[in-house]
């Protein structure tokens, strides 16, 4: 596996890649390299430059080869995630509605926290039926902040977000 880290507003940003493609983006405190895994610049530039570029809000579309390791349930979440444009929410029963399968709610919600490629594939985009913010495996923080980025923060009221 290579990887490359950079630091960006939101802390420090792992991304880590193989031959088949993008399989993690880690920030925070979860930015540290497996044991084993080589430190490839060159390498891990498209994903890194298109990660800066979402950060800065120059870049709403990720075009990278992504191949995130997970069962055949969770590969079918992340793909339908990428389904939510930019600046917009869906709610988990959206979500398990959009892979045809309505009464998948808690499961969905379950995939979604284990997305190995968060923002590239963006579970952030993913709230609570309520309207509320939801969680977040990065914090809840984090997301708050990422949907502002997106132009998202209308999809969910002030009152509704963590102190």
Not at 29 to 35: L, R, S, Y
Not at 142 to 160: D, I
Request: hydrophobic share 45%.
């Amino acid at each position: 596996m290579k990887f490359d880290r950079f630091d960006s507003q939101f802390g420090p940003v792992l991304v880590a890649a193989d031959e088949s493609g993008l399989r993690h983006v880690r920030l925070l405190d979860d930015a540290g390299p497996d044991e084993g895994w080589a430190r490839d610049v060159e390498a891990l530039a498209p994903a890194v430059r298109q990660l800066e570029e979402y950060f800065a809000g120059r870049r709403r579309r990720f075009e990278l080869a992504l191949a995130p390791q997970g069962t055949e349930f969770q590969l079918r979440v992340w793909s339908a995630l990428v389904d939510i444009p930019y600046g917009e929410t869906w709610s988990y029963a959206e979500l398990a509605r959009h892979i045809g399968d309505a009464g998948a709610v808690r499961a969905v919600g379950g995939a979604n926290g284990r997305n190995p490629i968060p923002i590239i594939i963006p579970c952030h985009r993913v709230i609570a039926a309520d309207g509320s913010i939801g969680g977040y495996a990065l914090g809840s923080e984090l997301k708050r902040q990422l949907l502002e980025l997106e132009g998202a923060s209308g999809a969910f009221t002030q009152a509704q977000l963590p102190i």
